[in-house]
T-cell receptor, first 113, second 114 residues
């Protein structure tokens, strides 16, 4: 059983560009959350998708948007990239209606130059 | 903001028990205590969680005080591979649908030394 998979693993973009990151949840999981982790900091919650809708959102600007597909996979889109968006972006999945652990992927390392 | 307070760093000798403390004095009745760890440049790994009773699994034990204002994660026989940042998180229950998100603090950097 594959766990949470994210693609790509590394990415370099130029300031002002747009980027799309992808996440496939663990089998049987229907809730996907995205986190941003800057160097030396703990992960910060961006938003969560469940039943193809954004259910919760952290303190991130509208440049950060997402989508969840019927197969529960998800995308994170960031527009008008800033140097400060350079970070490790983590995806976590969980079964929506049971209070249990969330499983994290290995992340996408985004560098904005 | 994170609702937990942890020491920034701790050392432990290999083979000894590592006891990682966490304060969560404002925890509410519908919030669980979760522990995750993150080895350098990897995604966080779930360790254990609990509500009010002590919990044990193959990785660790979680001791929660009776008033639930603090807890301790115990790694019974620490190895070099347990060197990581350990995060203590309080997370609310949501029976109606999607789960509560995880609010990470800065965690405790545990260094296991030979």
């Amino acid at each position: 059983d594959a766990g949470v998979t994210q693609s790509p693993t590394h990415l370099i973009k130029t300031r002002g560009q747009q980027v799309t990151l992808r996440c496939s949840p663990k089998s049987g999981h229907d809730t996907v959350s995205w986190y941003q982790q800057a160097l030396g900091q703990g992960p910060q919650f961006i938003f969560q998708y469940y039943e193809e809708e954004e259910r919760q959102r952290g303190n991130f600007p509208d440049r950060f948007s997402g989508h969840q597909f019927p197969n529960y996979s998800s995308e994170l889109n960031v527009n008008a990239l800033l140097l400060g968006d350079s970070a490790l972006y983590l995806c976590a999945s969980a079964p929506g209606r049971r209070h249990t652990e969330a499983f994290f992927g290995q992340g996408t390392r985004l560098t904005v130059v | 903001d994170a609702k937990t307070t942890q020491p920034p760093s701790m050392d432990c000798a290999e083979g000894r028990a590592a006891n990682l403390p966490c304060n969560h004095s404002t925890i509410s009745g519908n919030e669980y205590v979760y522990w995750y760890r993150q080895i350098h440049s990897q995604g966080p790994q779930y360790i254990i969680h609990g509500l009010k009773n002590n919990e044990t699994n193959e990785m660790a034990s979680l001791i929660i005080t009776e008033d639930r204002k603090s807890s301790t994660l115990i790694l019974p026989h620490a190895t070099l591979r347990d060197t990581a940042v350990y995060y203590c998180i309080v997370r609310y229950m949501n029976y109606g649908g999607s789960q509560g998100n995880l609010i990470f603090g800065k965690g405790t950097k545990l260094s296991v030394k030979p």
